[in-house]
């Protein structure tokens, strides 16, 4: 009965503009929070891939150093002193590996 009264108020086309405003509302809140979600699975994605990024560097090095002590030559320093330890939730990376 409300609708009914809201059209006899106000008339048709703007009860009807009312109505589709509404619908239009509800499908951009939608869209929006399903944008929402994968913006963060994304953004989790790519936290992801950096940290694999800190990690294969800190490996690389590793390995670059035993293979330099195993031929015999001097492990590049400066390239040491560039690395920084992988921080992953405010921890110093302490592995011993």
Known sequence: M????LIAEVGAPIAGALVMGVFIFIIIKQIMNNLVSQIDAI????EMLITRGKVMNNDIIRIDTSVSAALGLA???QRLARAENFVEDGTI?????
């Open 75 to 77: 492990p590049d320093l």
């Open 2 to 5: 409300q609708i009914f009264t």
């Open 43 to 46: 953004r989790g994605m790519s």
């Open 93 to 97: 990376d302490a592995r011993r590996d």
